[in-house]
Structures are given as C-alpha cells and as structure tokens.
C-alpha cells in the first residue's frame, strides 16, 4: 500500500464502527467511512469532544452537525495550504491520502526538469480543489487544471493563492472532461503527463452522465492520443469498489503499451495513529516511464 505519511495537520486518531475520528489542524471532526466495518472500543477522547459529526441518514445522505467549527480553516502539507470548510456529503474538500501521489508525482517532474531542463506540461482531469495541480506546479510544471464545478475551480484558485502559486502556470478550465479532451485532441495539443481522479458517478456542466465503469476506459483510449513523445507518468485515482488495483494495471499496461514505461497499482492508505494501523483509502494505477 502507498501511504500517505508525511502529514502534520492531518491525522487519523481513531477508527470505529464505520467511522473514523480525525484531526484537520486544531479542529476533530467525525465523519463515516465505509471500509471502517469493525467495532472497537471507542477511548480516545476525541470522540466525545469533536467539533464536526456527520451523521449518514439510512435514506442516503446525511448531515453535519458542528460544535465550534469555523466556517473555513486551513492546514499544510509541506510548502502547500489548503482551505477546508465542510459541505455536502461528508467532504472537507480534500483527500489527504493523495499526498502519497503528490509526493511520488513531484519527484519525478523535479527530478526531469533536473535531469533534461524540459519544460513538463500536466493535464489534471475532475481536478477538485487542486492538491495535485498545486503539487505539480510547485513542482515546477505547467498544468491545466480541468472540472465541471465552477465552485470547485474557484476553491482551488484560492488555495493556489494561498500556497504562493497565484503567478504559477496553471491553466483553469471549466467543462466536462470528455469533451475537453475531445477537443484538445483536435486542437493537437500534447501533454507529458496526465492526471485522473474521475468520481463513480458524476454530472457535467450540461448534463453529461459520467459512470466510471463505463466511461474510464474509453476516456484513457482518448488520453493517450493527448501524451507527447515523451511522456513522464500517467496517474489514475478510483475510489470505486469494483475497480481494482489490478484493473487500474490491465488498463493502463494496454493502452500505454506502445510506450516504454511500468505500471504499478495499489491502494492508497492513511496511518491511524492509535493503534499503528492502516485504513485504505481507494486505489491509484501508476504508469511511469522507464
């Protein structure tokens, strides 16, 4: 498993009863998590002085109910700030597990730039909120960022801001992610690196359905037209169930078999500091030159 632990404003306290008790910089928050199915005693204190509970509701849903949380706060990870605030389903507007991928993937754009001084171009799809835009940037790559939420791209501009990155090259691209790519195919623009984190389900800004299992595979088949001569790594994120690491090798070892590289996939997965454990988060497929 690729874990993600080099945080210091983030932790995973505690886990119980399909729920994991967390720290966002000063403030715990309790929020579900699905693969948490066992049952152990609950003594951390955190779990009866937190400042943020989300309740899921048996119709599906849920809410959040506060207790002396601010609106929005921010953490760090390294030379990076992100602003969180709670909002529908459960999310904070980040995933901290991907700092295993930010890490690995900043590395080798930095390590490139070293070694052959060529300008690396990124292209980040259902982008969120910018943690691996901003790690690629910092990076010291030129990235475009692409989602179909307005608001997501504005929550990601503020956190390039307050990372020190509002002058960096980063392109902010509003639209559906098929058509985007569609386009830039036509258009014959190449990228040395791609990056994916597609939802399970998901609308566009018109209406276009995205469903993984059947949208993911196709969406890669078009991608690779969009890889320069010498691409540097081509990252997939899924936090699906049926999509496997292994799946996220078979795809991406078919598809980028005409260039020279690997494939590696596993889960990604959080430290839980209470008991030395470690709680999976999803799954990321890596294809990186040789």
């Not at 960022?145 to 002058?167: I, Q, R």
């Not at 992610?177 to 791609?194: L, M, P, Q, S, T």
Request: proline share 5%; net charge neutral; with cysteine.
């Amino acid at each position: 498993m690729w874990i993600a632990d080099g945080w210091k404003d983030y932790e995973v306290i505690d886990t119980s009863n399909g729920e994991k008790l967390e720290r966002w910089g000063e403030y715990i928050l309790v929020r579900p998590d699905p693969q948490v199915i066992w049952n152990t005693p609950k003594t951390q204190k955190g779990w009866k002085k937190m400042n943020g509970h989300y309740h899921r509701s048996s119709k599906g849903g849920g809410e959040w109910e506060f207790f002396d949380l601010p609106q929005q706060w921010s953490i760090q990870y390294k030379n990076l700030t992100f602003n969180l605030k709670p909002f529908s389903f459960k999310h904070t507007g980040l995933f901290p597990e991907q700092a295993a991928n930010w890490d690995w993937f900043g590395d080798k754009i930095r390590t490139e730039i070293q070694n052959t001084g060529r300008s690396i171009k990124v292209l980040n799809l259902f982008a969120y909120t910018g943690g691996a835009t901003l790690a690629a940037a910092q990076a010291g790559a030129a990235v475009t960022h692409v989602d179909a939420s307005k608001g997501m791209v504005g929550w990601a501009k503020e956190n390039a801001v307050s990372s020190g990155l509002s002058d960096a090259p980063i392109r902010w691209i509003v639209d559906d992610c098929v058509k985007f790519v569609e386009r830039e195919i036509r258009r014959g623009n190449h990228y040395d690196a791609i990056i994916m984190d597609p939802p399970s389900y998901g609308r566009g800004p018109k209406g276009e359905i995205w469903k993984i299992e059947d949208s993911i595979y196709p969406l890669i088949q078009l991608c690779t037209k969009l890889l320069s001569d010498d691409p540097l790594f081509f990252l997939i994120n899924s936090y699906t169930t049926g999509l496997a690491p292994s799946v996220l090798t078979y795809m991406l070892a078919t598809e980028l078999k005409n260039f020279k590289g690997t494939v590696k996939s596993d889960e990604v997965g959080l430290p839980v500091s209470s008991n030395g454990l470690v709680l999976p988060c999803g799954a990321s497929g890596r294809w990186e030159k040789c």
